[in-house]
């Protein structure tokens, strides 16, 4: 994988890449990562604490309503932050320290060792060029191969992320595409690449509902092509359903739970995680109602003492207002919860903790005395 005569690999240093390699098989390693941006208003505390280990070939879904600090923890392991923002932590990419590592490092790292998706994919591609051309391109700058060699290995690409005539769709501009199309040219390029890690950020969310599935599948089958391991980030613990090994919950720039897939899906510990999978629908329950969780999230400026969820939560207790609750092995070491009442939640389902809080149901009740009574 080595591209002759660029020193890609003097640049990472072979050193870093191999001697302090962990040994386990771990590609990325983030640890007590915090960003702040400064504002008018006070320190936009937009990450406050983030840790987790990806190990290779593993899939991590990370899962949080919009504006927890998913898409900012990813831009911080790529490097790809605006110059103002403050970060803290550490991110290693198989051993080697990516926070503070120069332009020359992060260059040969991202895109080629770390690929990322984002939600829009033409905030990846470039509208001035077709589709055969950029991937080809890719391909030239990383591997030692004719163009002719390049444009049929992307046809190839373009196949294997089921593009319906990829030969002839080589030709394209994005513009050309649907969204859906445009996506999987996205992971065709990410595949391109070989990368040991993808970080796919919301990449259905923009999609319609029935091209998700679709652009799902391509994942897969990327990650499957590289072995690359794969952060898969979403506001929707659907779209993370049978596709990842393990599950980290955020809210208010911090994860709240963390565990197995089975452990967040089927014995989760932290109040919203629950609310999360109320408002799940679910096939295997056709009576049961979707329970949205109410209120929204905090603000992460000038943000008070205690829980960020407490205001939201149906379990709160005083306590919660005081103390913020730090990460505690619940089920298992590797579940973490960050609750005071976690130990209570125990075969507790959404519905129960918040149906009678939001009230559609009681609404409902209500509207139906009212009828009664008025036609009685
Ligand atoms: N460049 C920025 N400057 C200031 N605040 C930002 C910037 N980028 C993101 N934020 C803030 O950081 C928080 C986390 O954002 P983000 O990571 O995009 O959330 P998510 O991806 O989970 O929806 C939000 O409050 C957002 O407004
Ligand atoms: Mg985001």
Do not use: W
């Amino acid at each position: 994988m080595t591209p002759a005569g660029t020193g890609a690999e003097d640049v990472l240093g072979a050193g870093s890449m191999n001697g302090s390699a962990p040994p386990d098989g771990t590609v990325l390693e983030v640890e007590g990562l915090t960003v702040g941006f400064p504002s008018d208003e006070g320190l936009v505390r937009a990450v406050r604490g983030v840790s987790y280990t990806l190990r290779g070939g593993e899939v991590l879904g990370i899962v949080g309503e919009s504006g927890s600090g998913k898409s900012v923890t990813s831009l911080a392991v790529m490097g790809l932050l605006p110059g103002n923002a403050q970060v803290t932590g550490s991110v290693r990419f198989r051993g080697q320290e990516l926070v503070g590592a120069s332009d020359a490092t992060m260059t040969k790292i991202r895109g080629r060792r770390v690929a990322m998706i984002f939600q829009d994919p033409m905030t990846s591609l470039n509208p001035v060029y077709t589709v055969g051309f950029q991937i080809a391109e890719t391909l030239l700058a990383h591997h030692d191969m004719t163009k002719a060699a390049a444009l049929d290995r992307a046809a190839e690409l373009l196949d294997t992320v089921r593009i319906p005539n990829a030969r002839a769709r080589l030709d394209s501009y994005p513009h050309e595409l649907s969204g859906g199309m445009r996506q999987r040219v996205v992971i065709a390029i990410a595949m391109a690449n070989d990368p040991d890690v993808i970080i796919a950020d919301e990449p259905t969310t923009a999609l319609d509902v029935t091209v998700q599935a679709q652009i799902m599948d391509a994942l897969d089958v990327a990650r499957r092509a590289t072995g690359a391991a794969m952060v898969l980030i979403t506001h929707d613990l659907g779209v993370i359903a049978g596709q990842a090994d393990r599950v980290m919950v955020m809210y208010a720039g911090k994860p709240v739970e963390s565990g197995t897939a089975e452990d967040i899906f089927y014995t989760p510990r932290m109040p919203y995680t629950l609310g999360l999978l109320g408002s799940l629908p679910r096939l295997d329950r056709a009576s049961a109602r979707l329970t949205p969780i109410p209120g929204a999230p905090p603000s992460v400026v000038n943000m008070p003492p205690g829980c960020p969820f407490s205001p939201r939560c149906p379990i709160a207790q005083p306590v919660c207002d005081e103390t913020e609750p730090e990460l505690t092995p619940t089920t298992s070491a590797e579940h973490t919860a960050a609750c005071h009442f976690s130990a209570e939640l125990a075969g507790r389902e959404a519905h129960e903790l918040f149906e009678t809080t939001v009230s559609d149901a009681d609404a409902l009740a209500e509207f139906v005395r009212e009828t009664e009574d008025q036609s009685s």
